[in-house]
């Protein structure tokens, strides 16, 4: 199983109707990507300070399902046109989990 991991920090200016529609389209990418084993994302708690603001946490089967995801049309256009213009930085990381 690989388990993909991906941390936002949203741009200063980045307001509340856009954060939300990260939310949402990250929503319908789980019922367009069926390589998707589990599918979980969503805004920072605030525990602690200087956290990423958003975290997206993906489960395949294989790394070939983790590549269908990367690749997957769908996908690419919400990173371009949703994620991309309202964040100021990015961390991410694939794990095999055996």
Do not use: C, K
Request: no cysteine.
């Amino acid at each position: 199983m690989i388990r993909h991991v991906s941390l936002f920090s949203f741009a200063e200016g980045a307001d509340a109707v856009q954060r939300a529609a990260v939310t949402s389209a990250l929503e319908a990418l789980a019922r367009e990507i069926p390589e998707l084993r589990d599918y979980r994302f969503g805004p920072d708690a605030g525990i602690n300070a200087d956290n990423f603001d958003y975290a997206v946490v993906a489960d395949f089967d294989d790394v070939y399902g983790y590549l269908a995801y990367r690749d997957h049309p769908a996908h690419r256009r919400v990173l371009v046109e949703v994620i991309a213009p309202i964040i100021s930085a990015r961390a991410a990381v694939q794990i095999d989990l055996g």
